[in-house]
C-alpha cells in the first residue's frame, strides 16, 4: 500500500526540525485520535500542534527518567544520599538550570538560537532546520546567550529614538509587562555593563551579559522579557521580547503608531490618565531616563534614601499637581480640567505654589507630564467616555475612525452623545416607511448601478439626471449653481410662509411676517424602494464618511475644529450635519440654552405641505451629533457646502443636509462651512460668538481692514 501522503508529510516536516522517526510515530498517533484524524488541523502553521506535542512528550518522559534515577540514588546511598539532597535542595535553583540544560534542546528553541532569533518565521521557513544551516555547538546552546536583533542605538538625528523597539521575528502574547529587575549595573565608557557576575532577575528568569558594540544579550527562557541597555551617549533603550511559542500562524508585528494608539487606549481606560497629552513614547522615554538615573547613582545602603531621589508622588499629590496644571489652561466651567481641579479641593493659586507644578505643560515636548490618576468616581461616566475617544471620537459608529488631538491645551472635547443619523427628540413628525413614498417615487426600472449609462432608470428622469458623477462627487454644474446662489444674494429664490413657524414658536403677542426661508436646489439619492444596489452611485450621503478626518483644538480661540487628513478634491462628499431632530417650538423651548449648532430645515417651508410648527423642523447637534458639530463656521468662502438630500422619500418637511467640498481641500486644512447666521439676529437660538474665521468676506475682518486704511488715511495726512 502506498504510503499516506499526509504522514510523508508530517514525517518531513519533523525531521526538518531534527525530530526522529521514533518520536514521531507514538505523538502523531495520539495525535490523530485526538483531532479525530483531521489533518487540516495537524497541518497547520508548519505542524506546530505535532511539533508541540513531540516536544511536551520529550519533557514528560525526561523529567519521569529523572525522578526514577532519584529514586534508585537514594536507595542504593542511602542516609549519604539524604545528606546530598539536603544540600541540592539548597542549590535549588542553580540545579534547576542545571536540569534544563540537561534536558534534549528542544529543536524550536535551537533554531530560534541560531542567528536570526525569529522564532514564527524560523518555524515556518523548513530550510531553517535543514542540515545546511548552521548548527550551533553544544557548548554554545549551554552558555551562549541568544543575541537578540540588534536595533541600532539611538542618535541625536535618529527619529525612532523614543521608539519602543520590538524585537523582529520574536513572537508576541499578552504576558504581563512586569520587571523586578535588580540588575547591579556600572558604568563603562558611558554605557551601562552588568558587574561580573551579577545576574539581572525579572519575574521570568533572563539573563543579561556583557556584550561588545553595545548590544542587548539575552537568553529567552520561556516568556517575554524586558530588559534595557544603553548607548555610548548614555540613552537607554528598552527591548521587549515575548514567549517563544505564542502567536500562532496570524503572528504580525504590529506598526509603533498602532501599538502607541493600542498603549493610550490602555492607559486612558484601565489607569484613567486624564491629560490628553499623554504619550506612550513620552512615558516609555521617562522610564528610560529614570533608570539610568538609578542606575548611575552611588549605590546607599538599604535603609538610607538616596539623595536627589525623584520624589514620589500619592495619586492625590499627583492629581493636585495635574489638575493646577490643567487649571492653568481651563476656561470653562464644563472643563474636565476644572472638575478635577475641584475634585482635589484646591483653590489654583495654591497649587500654583506648589512644587511640582509644571509651568509649561502645554509644550512641554520630551518632558514628563504628570499623569493624573483620578479614582472612577471622580468624573462621570460620560466624561470618561469622551476621554477614552482619543482613537475614536465616533465610539466606532461611523466606517472610519476619526481621533481627535489637542496640541494648544488640556482641554478634552465637550461630553455628547455621538450619533452617526440624526434622531427624532420628541415631537417631531418624521416618518420612513415605505407605505409613504408615492407611486412615482418608486422606482421599478433601476438595477445595479444607476450610474452606468446603460441603466438610466426613472430616478434619473425624475431628477433630470443624478447629481453624483462615477467617482462620486458633485456634478460640477450642480455644484456651481448651489454655490453661486449661497454667495449672491441676487440669485437666491426666497419662499415666504403664510404663518411663518419660527414667527409662530416666539409665541409673541403680535405675529411677525416670514422673513423668507431660501428655495435650494436638492440631491436625491436611491433608496429602499429601488431596485439598485446599495454601492449605486446614487447612493453617498446614506453611505456615511469614507475620509479620514481629525477633530483638533484650532490655536485662535474657535475651540475645537475638524480638518481633512487627505487631500479632498472639488464636489466630495464630506459627512452629513446630524443631530437631533426638533420641532421649532423645541428649538425655541432650548434656546435659553444658547445651543451650538441649530440648522433649520426650512428648503420648503413656504410650500403648503410645510406648514404648522410640528412639521417646520432643525437639527440641533448640541448633545447627540455627529462629526459635523466640529465644524466651525467662515463668512462667505467656507471650503464646504451644505445641500439638502432626499433619501427616504421626497417628504419635504424633512430631509438630510450634506456637506460637501467647494474646491479642492489640502490635506490638514481645517473644514468650514457658512452657518448662514446673521450675526445680529438676536432672535436666532444659537451661541453669539464673536467671529474669529479671518476670511475676507467677514465683517469683523472688514471693519479691521477699514480701521487700518482710515488710520492709514489720517497718518499720510498729517
Ligand atoms: C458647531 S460648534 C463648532 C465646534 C466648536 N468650535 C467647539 O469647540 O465645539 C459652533 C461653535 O463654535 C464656535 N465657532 C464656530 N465658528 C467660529 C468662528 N468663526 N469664530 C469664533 N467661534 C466660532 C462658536 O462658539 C460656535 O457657537
Known sequence: MAPNPHIKKAYKAMKDLGINDAQIKPVL???????????????????????????????????????????????????????????RKANESVDDDEDALDEPERPLKRLRRRGEAGSASAFNNPNLGSPSSKETTAHDQETTPVLLPVHPLPTENDPDADALIMPKGEPFTDIPFTSTHQAEMEETNGHLEQRDGAVATHTIPTTIERSSEHKLAATIEGSSTLALVSSPAGKVKINLSFAPATGGSNLHAPSMDQLRRAMEDVCLRQYKILDPNFSVSRFLNDIASSYLELATKEEKPANQLPENLPSVTTNADVLKKSAAAMASTAEGSNDLATKARNSANQSPENMQTHDHVREDENNGVGESVGLVVVPECQISADEFRVI???????????????????????????????????????????????????????????????????????????????????????????????????????KRVLQYCQECPSEIAKNEETLEACKGHRKRKVIRECWSNCGCTQKCGNRVVQNGIHIKLQVFFTSNGRGWGLRTLEKLPKGAFVCELAGEILTISELVQRSSEKLTSPVMLDAHWGSEEVSGVNKALCLDGTHYGNISRFINHRCGDANLIEIPVHVENMDLHYYHLGLFATRDIEAMEELTWDYGVEFNDHVYPTRPFHCRCGSEFCPNVKRIKKKKSKKRHESSQC
Not at 506535542?53 to 519521569?64: K, L, M, P, V
Not at 546511598?77 to 546530598?84: F, Q, T, W
Open 29 to 87: 498517533k495520539n495525535l490523530l485520535n485526538l483531532y479525530d484524524k483531521n489533518w487540516d488541523l495537524i497541518a497547520d502553521d508548519n505542524y506546530r500542534a505535532l511539533a508541540d506535542a513531540i516536544f511536551d512528550s520529550q519533557e514528560t518522559q525526561a523529567s519521569e527518567e529523572k525522578k526514577g534515577k532519584e529514586k534508585k540514588a537514594d536507595e542504593a546511598e542511602g542516609s549519604a544520599a539524604e545528606v546530598e539532597r539536603g544540600k
Open 388 to 490: 477614552s475617544s482619543v482613537s475614536d471620537i465616533t465610539f466606532g459608529k461611523e466606517t472610519v475612525e476619526i481621533p481627535w488631538v489637542n496640541e494648544v491645551n488640556s482641554k478634552v472635547p465637550p461630553p455628547f452623545r455621538y450619533i452617526a443619523q440624526s434622531l427624532v427628540h420628541l415631537d417631531a413628525e418624521v416618518k420612513f416607511s415605505l407605505g409613504n413614498i408615492k407611486a412615482d417615487e418608486h422606482c421599478s426600472s433601476c438595477c445595479g448601478d444607476c450610474l452606468s449609462p446603460s441603466m438610466a432608470c426613472s430616478c434619473a428622469t425624475a431628477l433630470s439626471g443624478f447629481r453624483y458623477t462615477k467617482d462620486g462627487l458633485l456634478q460640477q454644474d450642480f455644484l456651481e449653481d448651489c454655490i453661486s446662489e449661497a454667495h449672491d444674494p441676487q
